[in-house]
């Protein structure tokens, strides 16, 4: 049966309390000592003493003289009434299972803790999967939040476990420093108590600690080794670590998360810019002075000095309705302010380059790198078909000619690829009679179709291969250009052990010793195309620029439905670029036969100065790679596909970079989206983890026991208040103040600062053990 049970708070100094009608069993520190007077205890009315109850007496240093004894005070002391257990039959205490020396481990705490070291990888994998593909910011957003949830919980769990070590410390410190045997010096500070009972678990408070204890003179081992000899300070330490580890927690879990960034292009927000790629009215005059020079079959001039060839654009191409397209690549020089292309024709800028005309150049035209441009280009298609029936449709004159007759079928067949019909100038028989001698009229093929072929005339110069182009449409309808080529290979057999020609001459050729030789004779015929498209190049901070991909063939930009990408709703952003100097009607060939004029015999004349001229008809590798071989005596065959590779490659090299000159175009910028990779560093994020796991195991198993084998106290409330005595009240319930101590200054409805500056120097010490 259970019974109310007052305990009484006794504070006192007289000696008379400690005789041995007072169970030692139970410790407590001592209350507020004074100078001059001596309290002793005084029973509450009608309540024996319960052996168990704790006692506590202060002290202050006196003088050398014997103390005596004042007149007490009568006072009331403070009860607390409570229902509580048969005091008859005390709960049994219980035991570490495996060690002895330390506190019964916590069994629900650690179990706690071990549940979020186990469930702490796949939460965190849960923030790392969303915050992917993401920009850098609500990336490193969603990673924080994770990280600091679970570095959060698991530094609480930690510190909660550790918690108790710290209090082992601070209690072994009390009951260290009251043992000692001057009276003077035994004891705590209450100033300094009142750090540990604040902050149970700040690491500051353990530093405090550890000064503590060595400023104490008690905790050191010399004085209680006879009765704890345990090393306190390495458990403080090991606190210290737990405190440190779990602050850190979040912090080194966030760098154990790698968060990569991709530039991702994209195709929906873009921005006005201007670009140098179109040729303006200078551009055009510069070229006109210059048609004459490059036309000039004896001088065959080419505008590259062979020290800059290295600096021709690349190419590109790119497959379209079943066509390869190709393209020069942007330049450098065309995406910054005052920059140019090849096709300003400026004195020692006949390649691109990376100057500027204007040396103070503003860095707010130049477009940005790291971003998609589109904007409309000249590209080249190619097709060819090799000539039929050579032995009927090639004519060796004896006057140093070699007529080639292309038969209309093939013309009529290499437009229809493109989707053109012939055109009506190739519909009307040729009239040989003014084009050819009698003698080598009267000596051509019976085969020979007369009137369904178009002719081509090539000296017999020694040149392994020669090239004849009509332009069939010079850009005067604001589509395009377009030419017609006719090429012929004319090798000494000599040097083509693997060639395989479908016609071999009759006559032999001496060669360089005078010994008879024979040319093999092979021809096709090219149908070019110039046009406009609209490609996008991206434009690359460590690389020059290169081209993407075609959008669309066409000489105008517009909002499309990608094919690659889906239907998009593009949007642009920022203001329109409003400049007359810019560009922004459809790419326009009208009046820019001057400039295609040049730039395309510019390409054949490279491709003249390539062959050797010594008479000798020998192959060359510009000759080799028209067939599907290489080397120097790997010639095969004449293949049309590989001969419009070959010269799409090199006009697109040395033709269309002179189709972009000093004018500024129109164009669009979409800026890339900068997007994250995260992944875990699994090896160390798993170290981390087991060792937070090994760590709160350590912390909840071993806490050790205060010495004299004391009963486990903490900085809360109810153990100060069983420590200090006070679990009393009077008899109303209410806390009132002891009278003895009003002449301390203490008075009712103090603020806390005046308690701690009359309270904070007195000491506490235990009397009991």
Known sequence: MEEDVNVPLLLSDDPRVHDSSFDNSVLAPTA????SEHYA?????????????????????????????????????????????????????????????????????????????????????????????????????????????????????????????????????????????????????????????????????????????????????????????RKWSFWIFFFILNAVIGATLPFVMARLIDIGIVSVLQHEIYSEVAVNADISSADIQRAQSLVNVVQDPELAWTLQPLSLRNEIPGTAYFIWNNDIVYFAEVTKSQLVGGGFGSGSFETNTTVPSSKTNDATESLTTTVRPGSILRFPRWGLRTKCANIPDLSNNIFVSTSNLTYLFTPRDTLRNIFTGFGMDLPADFEVPINLTGLMDASDISRLSDGLKQQEIAMKVFLDDGAGYSLRSTPLNLGDLGNGFISLETALIRLNTTFTPHGFFPIISSIPVPDAHGFETFLGYDATVCLQLYEPWIVEVYNCTVAPPISLRIVDKAAVMADMADSEVGALQETRVGSPLIDKSVKTAALNSTGLAPVWMVAHQNSVNFYVKDNVRSGRYLPTPTIVSFTSSSGPLAYASLLPSSYAHARSIADASMVLPYLVGSAPRLARRYSDSLLTTTSVHTLGMACLLVGICLLGVVSALWVPRLPLDIPRRDTGVFSWFAAFGFLAGSEQGELTLIDDFAERGLRKGMDLEDLEVILGEERVRWTSG
């Open 32 to 35: 507020l000592s004074r100078k």
């Open 41 to 229: 205890p005084r029973p509450a009315k009608n309540l024996p003493l319960p052996p168990t109850t704790s006692r506590v007496a202060a002290q202050r240093p006196s003088s050398a003289t014997a103390i005596a004894h004042q007149p007490r005070k009568s006072f009331k002391p403070l009860l607390l009434t409570r229902a509580g257990t048969n005091s008859r039959f005390p709960k049994s205490r219980a035991e570490h299972p495996f060690a002895k020396g330390f506190e019964v481990p916590q069994w629900r705490k650690l179990a706690v803790h071990l549940s979020l070291c186990a469930f702490g990888y796949p939460f965190l994998l849960l923030f790392v999967y969303a915050s992917r593909q993401r920009s850098f910011f609500w990336s490193r957003t969603m990673v924080g939040v994770g990280c600091g949830l679970l570095g959060g919980l698991l530094g609480w769990s930690l510190m909660r476990i550790a918690e108790r070590i710290l209090e082992a410390s601070v209690w072994a410190t009390i009951i260290h420093q009251s043992r000692l045997p001057d009276s003077r010096t035994s004891g705590v500070r209450l100033k300094d108590l009142a750090i540990h009972s604040n902050s149970s678990m700040s690491s500051i408070a353990a530093l405090r600690l550890l000064w503590d204890r060595y400023s104490y003179p008690g905790t050191e081992r010399a004085y209680r080794s006879f009765y704890d000899s």
